[in-house]
């Protein structure tokens, strides 16, 4: 499922940061890569999922027997394991299907699931191979395996293209693409960004649904989403969980292209939430006030497979208010999460994304404001050689989930509050570092600002 592949992709993005562990950016980078790979409309979209089967039997296309890694790699017949005194004693398939847990009898339905059963240090001590033969060979077969794989029959794909979907998988892209230094990542959410915003949109801003949005924002939000996209046609109104991740995906990709666009059409997204979802007693409807009439006005505010519209709609508020200081989002916001905190005491599992946010707000939220040279060309290159660069590299440098981040060129006009008034002191990029609005002393050296974040 899409949203598996993109909540898996960000925790183990976010525990790389934390951690510094290689396995976790690797396990980041492959779900990322299957995703662009196999997952992805030529136009930008992304698609729902990939069947568990293929050829009528499940898991057929992502499974394997002894022989056929043999097949594959090469080795013996009887594919029992010996430790050697050389390399070319070992044979490519025992190695890897000892690194993998592979037996005859297999862990489903007589066939093998690959997983890591054994660390390369342990692999080597056994095989009596340095550290980088074992990681050199286990590269190779995976390729090899791989390239065997693909002349298989593929699972069919679901390539219905959702909203609500799209934008999970978009922010996990995007805050890939900033912390790891990917432009071709970059590029992959950019360009959802923008299908999604010509075709899953409704906007009276534009005379045709194929022209993109307007970089300003007009006095008043119209921005209305659709659900879903196949075949060149979108279709169904957007519910809250749309927009709010949506909205989610945006602000991340903001943070890595510091594009305002993308701001902008989060905020449209957001007012759009206040307008049409919201419950005049706190919280928010899964259903906007124009939607079908229903029996009953769903409301569901647990975190299930996915994040609750609620909870991701909640995040997304506070976010906008550390950027604008707008008391509306802020009360919303507080007025969602308030009657439920007995149940986040109580069932804190049911309500992650409600205790992100609630965190989020009460951490209290770090705003940075960066101000400096060309920006787009620094973006691009992800050069570290010059003063705006280094700021970011140090907000961006660890894991930091309660801040907001904005960033412009000296002299360029913005429409996000928390860059209104700031100027680059003595020639320099400056960064402002604030908390509700009151800040520090603008600094200019990353460890300055280092300090700052610390605090």
């Not at 990939?50 to 499974?63: I, L, N």
């Not at 906007?203 to 006095?219: F, G, I, Q, W, Y």
């Not at 003063?387 to 970011?392: G, P, R, S, V």
């Not at 894991?399 to 002299?411: D, F, H, I, L, M």
Request: with cysteine.
């Amino acid at each position: 499922m899409l949203y598996d592949n993109a909540q898996l992709a960000r925790v183990y993005l976010h525990a790389y940061q934390v951690t510094g562990n290689e396995f976790c950016k690797r396990v980041t980078t492959e779900i990322l890569d299957y995703v662009v790979r196999e997952m992805t409309d030529p136009n930008g979209g992304f698609y729902s999922s990939q069947d568990a089967d293929s050829e009528g039997h499940e898991g057929k296309f992502f499974v394997w027997t002894p022989e056929e890694i043999r097949s594959a790699l090469g080795g013996s017949a009887s594919g029992l394991l010996i430790v050697s005194k050389s390399k070319q004693d070992v044979s490519d398939a025992a190695l890897f299907m000892d690194a993998y847990g592979v037996t005859e009898r297999g862990n489903f339905e007589g066939k093998n699931i690959l997983h890591r059963t054994r660390d390369t240090d342990v692999l080597a001590e056994m095989h009596r191979l340095s550290v980088n033969e074992v990681e050199r060979t286990l590269d190779a077969a995976r390729r090899k395996l791989f390239a065997a794989r693909e002349r298989r029959v593929k699972p069919a794909r679901d390539e219905k293209i959702l909203t609500g979907w799209n934008g999970l998988m978009l922010a996990a892209f995007a805050e890939a693409a900033r912390v790891l230094k990917r432009e071709d990542y970059r590029k992959v959410a950019i360009r959802n960004a923008d299908f999604m915003l010509t075709h899953l949109t409704k906007d009276e801003r534009r005379k045709t649904n194929k022209e993109p949005l307007a970089d300003v924002r007009p006095s008043s939000s119209v921005l209305r989403l659709r659900r879903s996209y196949k075949d060149g046609q979108a279709r169904l109104n957007g519910y809250l969980e749309d927009y709010a991740n949506l909205a989610e995906g945006l602000l991340a990709l903001y943070e890595t292209t510091f594009e305002e666009k993308y701001w902008v059409a989060a905020r449209d997204l957001a007012d759009q939430i206040l307008e049409h979802f919201g419950d005049p007693r706190g919280g928010f409807f899964d259903t906007s006030d124009d939607h079908e009439e229903l029996v009953v006005r769903p409301k569901d505010v647990q975190d299930n497979a996915t994040p609750s519209g609620s909870a991701m709609a909640t995040n997304v508020l506070f976010k906008l208010a550390a950027y604008t200081g707008d008391a509306r989002y802020v009360e919303a916001a507080e007025k969602a999460v308030a009657p439920l905190q007995p149940a986040l005491a109580q069932a804190p599992t049911g309500f992650a994304w409600w205790l992100c946010g609630l965190e989020f707000e009460l951490a209290p939220p770090k705003e940075v404001a960066i101000v400096g040279g060309e920006i787009s060309a620094m973006i691009t290159s992800h050069s570290a050689r010059n003063d705006i660069a280094e700021l970011l590299n140090v907000v961006f440098g660890e894991y930091r989930p309660n801040q907001v981040v904005a960033c412009k060129s000296e002299g360029a006009e913005s429409v996000i509050p928390l860059l209104e008034g700031r100027e680059a002191r003595a020639g320099k990029a400056t960064a402002y570092v604030c908390e509700r609005f009151a800040c520090q002393m603008p600094v200019t050296e990353g460890e300055e600002l280092a300090a700052q974040l610390m605090d």
